[in-house]
């Protein structure tokens, strides 16, 4: 049977709950025999059933509960069912849990994980398609993480939940979801080449192509699209592109872009939330001081500044998508005007 991202989330879970009588789920709906809206807690009641909690629907009493018991020595993970619903816990997370450490002078550390699926392109309308990770890049004391499919997603959250001691915001892109590992099933015409760190980057190319000439830096579902739009840039275009997929997006970490970007010159930053004040835009400002004389010229492309609409065909013209990773590398190595 062939891991997905599904899959390994699920097992690393169940994993967790056995290495450590410390780990506790907390979630609506995660319980037996429905296991959590998308099926990542399955069968984890069922294992575990004392150290499992269906919570009531109140997301910032789920996380100020699980703040409490990190206080005491536990190590809680929390699913918020739709990433949107986040915001209902937004006093927790930026005015609690992610400053106790600093406040009260190490003494104390609060390692919850709060588990919770973003994104669209599943018709599921305004209030459940959104990708809202950007309202909590600046929160110092918080982690945030992105698993994908190019890596080891049941690994990423383990080490999370047993080994972090800081509280961790872990987005999960509903659509990666189904998606097969490429790292277990290896393919012949890309090279995948990982940094090894507790938060991996990876280095993604084409067997065998020449240099690259741009670089496209991302995480979560957009890496899947990247690269699809990085395969047709070479053999439609004769545009080779080196694909830099991250995992932790906050702290930034962005050697591994930098990196590219100063070899290659170009660089295009891909998200699926809104594009104003997005995680793209500081990434270029900070690559853009990192790099100081050296001029790289960059783009961004994120979702326009509207709502998620409901309608499949507007949703569709909302996200950036394929075609869209094409016309700007067309658009910044010249072979296509603006």
């Known amino acids: ?24 789920l907390l979630g609506e709906d995660i319980l037996d025999p429905y296991g959590g809206a998308f099926k990542v807690t ?12 269906a919570s009531p629907i109140s ?9 409490g018991m990190a206080l005491r020595g536990l190590r809680p993970v929390v699913e918020i069912m739709f990433g949107d619903f986040v915001t209902l816990a937004a006093d927790q997370i930026i005015n609690h849990l992610s400053k106790f450490r600093w406040m009260y002078n190490d003494q104390v550390c609060v390692p919850v994980i709060i588990r919770t699926p973003m994104g669209g392109r599943r018709g599921y309308g305004p209030t459940h398609s959104q990708t809202l990770e950007k309202f909590f890049l600046g929160t110092p ?47 012949p015409d890309f090279d995948i080449i990982s940094t090894m760190d507790e938060a991996p980057s990876y280095y993604v190319s084409i067997h065998g192509a020449p240099s690259a000439s741009i670089t496209l830096a991302t995480y979560g579902y957009m890496a899947e699209l990247a690269q699809k739009a990085m395969y047709r840039l070479a053999y439609e275009y004769e545009v080779f592109a080196e694909l830099i ?25 891909m998200e699926e939330g809104n594009l ?58 010249g072979k296509q005007k603006e």
């Open 141 to 187: 004391g918080l982690r945030i993480m992105a698993p994908t499919s190019f890596g080891d997603p049941g690994g990423l959250i383990f080490d999370a939940i047993i080994n972090t001691e800081d509280p961790v915001l872990f987005i999960e892109n509903k659509l990666l979801y189904p998606l097969p590992l490429k790292n277990m099933l290896g393919d």
């Open 1 to 24: 049977m062939t891991d997905t991202v599904l899959s390994s989330l699920n097992s690393a879970l169940h994993q967790a709950l056995s290495a450590n009588d410390k780990v506790y």
């Open 42 to 53: 399955r069968g984890c009641s069922t294992a575990f059933p004392n150290r499992v909690i």
């Open 245 to 269: 997929v991250l995992t932790q997006l906050a702290p930034f970490n962005l050697s591994s872009v930098l990196e590219s970007a100063s070899h290659t010159g170009r660089l295009i930053v």
């Open 276 to 333: 104003t004040m997005g995680w793209g835009a500081e990434v270029i400002a900070r690559i853009a001081e990192a790099s100081g004389s050296k001029s790289i010229q960059a783009r961004r492309l994120a979702a326009k500044d509207y709502s998620v609409p409901a309608s499949s065909l507007l949703e569709t013209a909302l996200f950036p998508g394929e075609q869209d990773i094409i016309r700007a590398g067309l658009q910044l190595t």
């Open 59 to 67: 997301e910032a009493g789920m996380v100020g509960i699980a703040t």
